[in-house]
Antibody
């Protein structure tokens, strides 16, 4: 059974870069499309983007200019970089696997990232 | 891309049935049969309930069912139980090869 674990700083300063890692265990990163999804406190889900291990990526148009998703096959990890963050980027960030079509399963437990000085 | 439209809240008594709607456009919900539904309990990650409009993953109760008509998808829950109280989200693939979620619906079991 595939298990996902997000990790990274819980606090990021405004204008800096948010960097998170999702470690995949019990399976290979080549098995799924890897998605990042976020949820601001008390609000709904927002799809950030995804990547297939071959290098194909797709991003939410509203975040595209600030987002990079990458896969490290040697470490079985998926990474998210979001630059020029503001308080509006404060959220729980989830990584989730899917097929070519958006059927998100499995999910990581999520990590809260707060943007504040 | 705009979020799909869901009612903010629905409620029902134990044993009753409820339906949650998810309205999009011809560029997302109406374009494909790729609507999924998720259940999110407080403090937890979402759980996949329905994929490709009406299919249930292994282990999901058959009290949950999905359907779609045009640009609107629906999640039905029959035989409501206290444990069904949660937030429910729909999502859809789009013609831009991206994904859009609904705003979420809070289900209260009275």
């Amino acid at each position: 059974q595939v298990h996902l674990q997000e990790s990274g700083p819980g606090l990021v300063k405004p204008s800096e870069t948010l960097s998170l890692t999702c470690t995949v265990s019990g399976g290979s990163v080549s098995t799924y499309y890897w998605n990042w999804i976020r949820q601001p406190p008390g609000k709904g889900l927002e799809w950030i983007g995804n990547m297939y291990y071959s290098g194909n990526t797709k991003y939410n148009p509203s975040l595209k200019s600030r987002v990079t998703i990458s896969v490290d096959m040697s470490r079985n990890q998926v990474s998210l970089n979001l630059n020029s963050v503001t308080a509006a980027d404060t959220a729980v960030y989830f990584c989730a696997g899917s097929g070519a079509r958006p059927r998100f399963d499995p999910w990581g437990q999520g990590i809260l990232v707060t943007v504040s000085s | 891309q705009s979020a799909l439209t869901q009612p903010a809240s629905v409620s029902g008594s134990p044993g009753q049935s409820i339906t949650i709607s998810c309205t999009g456009t011809s560029s997302d919900v109406g374009a494909y049969n790729y609507v999924s539904w998720y259940q999110q309990l407080p403090g937890q990650a979402p759980k996949l309930l329905i994929f490709d409009v009406r299919n249930r993953p292994s282990g999901v109760s058959d009290r949950f069912s999905g359907s779609q008509s045009g640009n609107t998808a629906s999640l039905a829950i029959s035989g409501l139980q206290a444990e069904d109280e949660a937030d429910y989200y729909c999502s859809s693939y789009t013609t831009s090869n991206t994904v859009v979620f609904g705003g979420g619906t809070k289900l209260t079991v009275l």
